[in-house]
């Protein structure tokens, strides 16, 4: 199984003692960087709703970035995003070997940088994969991508012996996967709460978010690859629920608020 992830907004930028990877997609970073180097402050804030102070941050990261940075300038992408969903992944805690399997069958999206590994060197940025920064392939990011990241997933099956995609991302970045161009079965786990307030389970992005995290984690400790080991997902207090389930759309369900 491979499984893919959204990236995060907030960067936790400490200093690792880690030996990162090339980015695979490095090329299409810096081709994209130059494009968004052209847009004022007044497009940034449009193009991705930023606040004048994070639409001039974002700025100064476009001209600072480089084509061929130095180790101090980069951290590894699982290591350096810290949203919901890394609070779930917990990579800093992964050992050598988990690691090692996460480089292997853990993907990134990333607006700027297609498909990421964990251990990819990445600079400081902001470009979420719906901005519309338009560019010669078309309107937005989506465009720009267009059956690359299918391409680039399809590839690492191949040489994993995959056939499933586990897709723990958001639809805004799971939707620059082109399906007609994905050779895979998708799997997309889903994950509730249950209120008992006679409303029934329901999703709290939040707590979703934080789980999607925690489920890449589960495959990657566990190694798991069929059906019947996904299910056996109970980190954080959920547990697979079949009545609410789909054969492609597994859903988890705790109930709210988690003991």
């Known amino acids: ?40 402050l007044g497009d940034l804030k449009s193009l991705m709703g930023l606040s004048d102070d994070l639409a001039r941050l974002n700025r100064d990261r476009f001209k600072a ?9 980069t951290r590894p992408a699982a290591l350096a995003f810290a949203g919901d969903t890394y609070q ?20 990134i ?26 560019t010669r392939r078309g309107k ?16 690492q099956a191949e040489a994993t012996g995959s056939e499933t995609l586990v897709n723990c991302a958001s639809q805004e970045y799971f ?7 994905l050779k895979l079965r998708v799997v997309t786990p889903q994950f509730m709460e249950d209120k008992d307030d006679g409303k029934g389970p329901r999703i709290v992005s939040f707590f979703a978010k ?8 589960f495959i990657v400790q566990n190694r798991i690859d069929s059906d019947a080991g996904l299910l056996e997902f109970d980190l954080g207090g ?18 709210y608020p988690a003991s």
């Open 210 to 217: 934080r789980a999607r995290g925690a489920m890449a984690r």
């Open 1 to 40: 199984m491979l499984v893919v992830i959204s990236p995060a907004k907030r960067l936790d930028w400490a200093e690792r003692s880690v030996e990162t990877t090339a980015p695979a997609y490095a090329e299409d970073a810096m081709r994209l960087t130059r494009t968004a180097r052209n847009l004022t």
């Open 238 to 255: 959920y547990a697979h629920a079949p009545e609410l389930s789909k054969p492609d759309a597994p859903v988890f369900l705790r109930p």
């Open 140 to 155: 937005n990011l989506y465009d720009y991508w267009g059956s690359e990241l299918a391409k680039g997933l399809n590839a």
């Open 65 to 73: 970035y480089e084509a061929e940075p130095s180790a101090d300038l």
């Open 175 to 181: 939707g620059a996967v082109d399906l007609k161009a």
């Open 88 to 107: 779930g992944l917990e990579a800093a805690t992964l050992d050598g070997d988990e690691m090692a399997f996460a480089q292997d069958h853990l993907r």
């Open 109 to 134: 999206l990333s607006g700027l940088y297609g498909l990421l590994r964990p251990l990819d060197a990445i600079q400081p940025y902001r470009l979420e994969m719906g901005s519309k920064l338009k």
